[in-house]
Each structure stands twice: as structure tokens, then as C-alpha cells.
């Protein structure tokens, strides 16, 4: 079945730093791919998505490139700041599997000022 | 436009009771999703329904179970609680469901059972 494997955290960061969260998928079909991020006390948010290869999502400076060779969709940002602190979530959806949203486990992003 | 609605925010039952929540969804949606958070499992999807039927199901046992009314508004129910469905259900809702289409999460509800 469908997969999406995401790197453990917390990612503990200063402000103004360079972010990077990897993100790879298995997938039966052709996937769309999402990040998502989770406020404390909130539901998700959408915060990026792409549903074809080499699409690039991006939103708020944050910034992700669907790569099908390597089945990957790292999200990135050049400078975090202090509020951009939540947990983000990988996810996919594929046709072939329902459209249901299949999500990696998470990675806590903190950001110190 | 509002967004989604859970109701109850916070809910405590006892193990052997049952449980009824509610989601609205957007205004013109027509599509709900319902997820389990857990801090072991993760976001795991219970079933997604669509003009009233249900569309999609996840592997979670019969005690899990929903429905949607003609407005769209849906409601999931856990019946015989154990205490490993304490978790924070989130609904989503989404014009069309598929692919393509941005699921617009609710803040969830928080079950504990004790």
C-alpha cells in the first residue's frame, strides 16, 4: 500500500536558519503530494501541494519540488522565524488508492529566537 | 465563509460507552473525511463520505462508524470504548473529495476514555 516516510524530530532551529524537512513516498499510482501544518491546539492546515512531476508548491516561503525519480518532496524555507514552530506533515493521495490522504508521521519544527 | 465545525472540542467517556461527533463542513462541500490522531499511529484515515454514501473506508474495526445528512454535515460514532480510541479525531471537508482537491481540516475533537 501507499507510504510516506517523513524525518523524525523535533528540528530544533534558530531564527533566520535554513529548513529542510525530507519527505519520501511509495505509491501504487501517480500521487498528488502535500505539506501540511499543525498549530498547537489546531487542526491541519494546507500549506503547499503538487500533482505532477517537477511541479513546485510554495506558500508563506516555504517551498517543495515533487521529484518522481527519487520519490521525494523535501519541504524547504531559507529563513525560518519563531512562528513558523509546529509539527508538518508529508501526505499523499492517490486515486488508485481512494483519494484518501496517507500522511508520514510528522516532524516538530521548533524555532528559537 | 466558516470555516469547519467539530463539536464536541473535548469529550471523557468510560470504557464500554459510546460516542457520537459531529462535523460541519464548509458551506458547498460535499465531501467529508474523518482521521484518528494518536501519538503512536499517526493520522489514520476512518472514511470519507459523498452525497450521503460512504465512499472510502479505512481499516478500523466496525465499532467506527458515520454517517452524512443531506446538508452534508456528517457524524462519526465509536460505539463499546476502549481506551486505545483516546485520540483527536479530525474531519475534513472538500468540494469533491479526490486527488486534486484541498482538504479543509476542523480543529478536531478530543476523546479521552478513561
Known amino acids: 500500500g501507499d507510504s510516506v516516510t517523513q524525518m523524525e524530530g523535533p528540528v530544533t532551529l534558530s531564527e533566520e536558519a535554513f529548513l529542510t524537512i525530507n519527505c519520501t513516498y511509495t505509491?501504487?499510482?501517480?500521487?498528488?503530494l502535500f505539506w501540511y501544518v499543525q498549530y498547537p491546539g489546531e487542526g491541519l492546515q494546507l500549506l503547499l501541494k503538487?500533482?505532477?512531476?517537477?511541479d513546485k508548491g510554495s506558500n508563506k516561503g516555504f517551498e517543495a519540488t515533487y521529484r518522481k525519480e527519487t520519490t521525494s518532496f523535501h519541504l524547504e524555507k531559507g529563513s525560518v522565524q519563531v512562528s513558523d514552530s509546529a509539527v508538518y506533515f508529508c501526505?499523499?493521495?492517490?486515486?488508485?488508492?481512494?483519494?484518501?490522504?496517507?500522511f508520514g508521521g510528522g516532524t516538530r519544527l521548533m524555532v528559537k529566537p | 465563509k466558516a470555516g469547519v465545525t467539530q463539536t464536541p472540542r473535548y469529550l471523557i467517556k468510560t470504557r464500554g460507552q459510546q460516542v457520537t461527533l459531529s462535523c460541519s463542513p464548509i458551506?458547498?462541500?460535499?465531501?467529508v473525511s474523518w482521521y484518528q490522531q494518536t501519538p503512536g499511529q499517526g493520522l489514520q484515515f476512518l472514511f470519507e463520505?459523498?452525497?450521503?454514501?460512504?465512499?472510502n473506508k479505512g481499516n478500523f474495526p466496525g465499532r467506527f462508524s458515520g454517517r452524512q445528512f443531506s446538508n452534508s454535515r456528517s457524524e462519526m460514532n465509536v460505539s463499546t470504548l476502549e481506551l486505545g480510541d483516546s485520540a483527536l479525531y479530525l474531519c475534513?471537508?472538500?468540494?469533491?473529495?479526490?486527488?486534486?482537491?484541498?482538504?479543509?481540516f476542523g480543529q478536531g475533537t478530543r476523546l479521552t476514555v478513561v
Open positions: 475534513a471537508s472538500s468540494l469533491m473529495g479526490g486527488p486534486n482537491t484541498e482538504a479543509f
Open positions: 505509491a501504487t499510482g501517480y500521487p498528488s
Open positions: 503538487a500533482t505532477k512531476a517537477d
Open positions: 501526505a499523499l493521495s492517490d486515486v488508485d488508492a481512494g483519494n484518501m490522504l496517507t
Open positions: 458551506s458547498g462541500h460535499r465531501s
Open positions: 463520505y459523498f452525497s450521503e454514501t460512504q465512499r
